[in-house]
């Protein structure tokens, strides 16, 4: 959740960094700082507990930073050590020499402590990113006493050393006093983005601070590295091999970065929905030929249609997403498929046998546990595939092949339209695999018509968004709320009951209708709201008798049922219609009352809707 920006131009480096680090805002942090270098040579740095504005007025009041045109700045979330201004970032080596910003974790943080503890160096703050500024400074002090200046950056060749004896993960900026127009920059397993403008370069940890700058960037894949200078860069590995770069789009315009009439990105997000999915479907799913046009999967197609076995992999609201696309895939394409936790199954030594593929799903492309368990996959012999948003994240440019969700991006914490867009992503693809085996044309034809009537059929269910929130108002006091589904619905139930934890702070369960009499009834009491998906479809009969047994028991019931359903009312005490839609593209529609609870609730009780409730905990560090 931590966030980087640096910068190294012509500019003057400070508001590039206070705003960067604004648009940063929204991932959550207890702290903040930055440090720039002047043409002096001096190193001076601010920081701050709480948010950038702290900051940004402690800067423009009582601690002015000089014009500098170097510099970098950090937004961090506390995991080793107390949310507190020493153990801010940036942090720096005990001569003061050079500063540095860290996302990640040094893992073998102790040991590096000790050592350089046992060499006389000392440390002010609790945190392992202090090890490696302290590391950092001490092979520079070495490396100038052995070499002087000698050739190149010294500040480059010390963090590679650095990077050497490191095990973990880190992207990280630095910068030292010596080298008054340098930036060294450097990733492995967090994000790391090099915007490239005209004599000026400006680094962050997401795309969102560079792209009002430029939308041209650089990429750093793990064990990379670039030194940045106004006019000349150079990207090389840790073990100083050369790279050529490959310089890309950002595909997101600033605009779509912006709040803009919206009270929160979470709200704005649930109603960019219908937008998010046209922009998904647009030019792959042909409703007259019946046929589904996948890009990415253009050279994969023969390794589809005779999989044996489609992994879905992924964390939170991606991996509900991969539940829905467990039932589409069996449903419609006719094969064996499970859908598992990344976190599980990367450390499970899973069984792959031949001809089995892996999707994994993840909105940012950048979530270490879906990464983790796509390369066992691949180890193993699987076809790697991704379903992710954000175009250049490291999921997508490790996959074989994939679909990207083109959603926008997305700002606010709880996953809102990425989730609807997986959901479509995760019926082209069933469709794509079933058409090509046991679907005939009528079938496929009928299901994609359907799913191009989704948008405006999704702006039919936002436009009760004032119903939904009066709804809601009735029942956001209570503590314990149920989810129940059946079938397609399953996966929203969890979904719903996540937003509503996630948002709301309340404890939610989410569960399949069948499986409260095994147990979990007995949590209902008098007035305990209950929310049913109980639309249209196979098991319609099922739920109703799901819902009595809810009702006897004193639940208070809000359905979500297929518009013109009048015997819904005689068993729920609120109702909130959705159109119909063909069983399998119901879970599109079924989700964003869900959504819609749970931000209402949020607002009502105060929530921080955008920004996560901190839970950080402090660590010590001995
Ligand atoms: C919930 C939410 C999370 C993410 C999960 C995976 O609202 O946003 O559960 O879905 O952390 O993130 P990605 O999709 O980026 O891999």
Redesign the pocket.
């Known amino acids: 959740m931590c966030g980087i920006v640096a910068y190294v131009g012509r500019k003057i480096a400070q508001p590039v960094l206070i705003e960067g680090l604004k648009r940063l805002e929204y991932r959550g942090y207890d702290s903040a700082g930055v440090a720039v270098v002047d043409d002096k040579g001096d190193l001076h740095i601010r920081r701050a507990v709480g948010r950038i504005s702290v900051l940004e007025s402690a800067i423009s009041t009582t601690q002015p930073l000089p014009g500098a045109t170097l510099g970098m700045a950090h937004t961090r979330w506390a995991t080793h050590g107390a949310p507190t201004e020493v153990n801010a970032h940036p942090h720096t080596d005990d001569g003061k020499q050079i500063a540095l910003v860290h996302n990640g974790i040094i893992e073998n943080y102790a040991a590096l402590k000790k050592f350089l503890t046992d060499k006389g160096h000392t440390f002010t703050s609790q945190t392992d990113t202090e090890v490696l500024a302290v590391l950092i400074g001490d092979l520079y002090t070495e490396l100038k006493s052995k070499n002087g200046n000698g050739n190149g950056s010294l500040l480059q060749k010390a963090v590679q050393a650095a990077l050497h004896e490191v095990e973990g993960t880190y992207g990280i900026a630095v910068v030292c006093k010596n080298e008054p127009e340098t930036l060294v920059v450097a990733r492995k397993g967090s994000p790391l983005i090099i915007g490239v403008g005209e004599d000026e370069y400006i680094v962050a940890s997401d795309a969102s601070a560079i792209v009002e700058h430029t939308s041209r960037v650089i990429y750093l894949n793990d064990n990379e590295m670039a030194v940045l200078k106004p006019d000349s860069f150079r990207t090389c590995t840790i073990d100083d091999i050369e790279i050529s770069p490959t310089i890309t789009q950002l595909e997101n315009k600033i605009e779509e970065y912006e709040l803009g009439d919206y009270e929160h990105y979470m709200l704005k997000e649930i109603f960019e929905q219908p937008n998010a999915i046209r922009n998904c479907l647009r030019g792959r799913a042909d409703p007259r030929e019946g046929r589904i046009v996948l890009g990415g999967l253009a050279n994969h197609a023969r390794e589809l249609v005779k999989a044996k076995r489609i992994i879905l992999t992924?964390?939170?609201?991606?991996?509900h997403a991969g539940l829905v696309g467990d039932y589409l895939m069996e449903d419609l394409a006719k094969v064996v498929t499970e859908c598992t936790y990344a976190s599980e199954f990367r450390y499970r030594n899973p069984i792959v046998e031949e001809n089995t593929v892996v999707v994994a799903?993840?909105?940012?492309?950048?979530?270490a546990d879906?990464l983790a368990a796509l390369r066992e996959a691949k180890e193993k012999g699987a076809l790697a595939l991704g379903v992710v948003n954000v175009v250049g994240s490291t999921i997508a440019r490790e996959t074989d092949g994939g679909i990207y969700l083109h959603a926008g991006p997305e700002i606010g914490?709880?996953?809102t339209k990425?989730?609807t867009c997986q959901c479509v992503v995760m019926t082209l693809l069933s469709l794509f695999i079933g058409r090509r085996k046991f679907m005939g044309q009528a079938q496929c034809q009928e299901l994609i018509e359907g799913l191009c009537a989704i948008p405006d059929q999704m702006t039919r269910v936002l436009e009760q968004s004032d119903v939904i929130r009066k709804i809601t108002h009735q029942f956001c006091e209570r503590e314990n709320w149920l989810f129940l589904g059946r079938g397609y619905h399953y996966p929203i139930a969890l979904e719903g009951a996540?937003?509503l934890k996630?948002i709301s702070y309340i404890h939610a369960e989410g569960m399949p209708a069948a499986e409260m009499k095994h147990g979990p009834i007995a949590l209902i009491n008098e007035g305990m709201p209950v929310v049913f998906v109980a639309t249209r479809g196979l098991q319609y009969d099922k739920v109703i008798s799901n819902i009595e047994e809810v009702r006897a028991r004193g639940g208070h019931i809000i359905a979500i049922a297929t518009e013109g359903d009048t015997q819904i009312k005689r068993y729920s005490d609120h109702v909130i219609y959705v159109p119909d839609a063909a069983e399998a593209l119901q879970p599109l529609l079924s989700v964003v009352p869900m959504q819609l609870i749970a931000y209402h609730a949020a607002v009502a009780r105060g929530c921080n809707v955008d920004k996560p409730r901190n839970l950080a905990k402090s660590v010590t560090v001995e």
């Open positions: 992924g964390q939170g609201t991606a991996w799903i993840s909105q940012s492309g950048e979530t879906t914490v709880a996953s990425a989730f996540l937003k996630e």
